[in-house]
């Protein structure tokens, strides 16, 4: 399964997968090496970076909606 799209944001991202299904990750650097681990745990000014992150996401996708709708009518609209 191939990913349609993926935002970033401090560690966190949001992947949007072809048939719209959408997951969030967390991950962090262990200090001892350059390996990365993922957790469910968010720290509480996190919270507002995942806030941030999913209002992009949102903001993206609703101008996206609205524009395929959009094209949709111009295709449909005979004049």
Avoid: H
């Avoid at 090496?33 to 745990?41: F, I, L, Q, R």
């Avoid at 995942?50 to 996206?64: A, F, M």
């Amino acid at each position: 399964m191939k990913p349609k799209d993926k935002l970033f944001n401090k560690g966190i991202s949001i992947t949007m997968w072809e048939e719209g299904r959408v997951s969030i990750e967390k991950s962090y650097k262990l200090k001892d090496s350059d390996e990365y681990k993922k957790t469910t745990t968010y720290f509480d000014s996190e919270i507002v970076d995942l806030r941030d992150l999913l209002d992009e996401w949102i903001e993206k996708y609703e101008l996206q909606k609205n524009e395929d709708l959009k094209a949709s009518i111009d295709d449909e609209c005979p004049f």
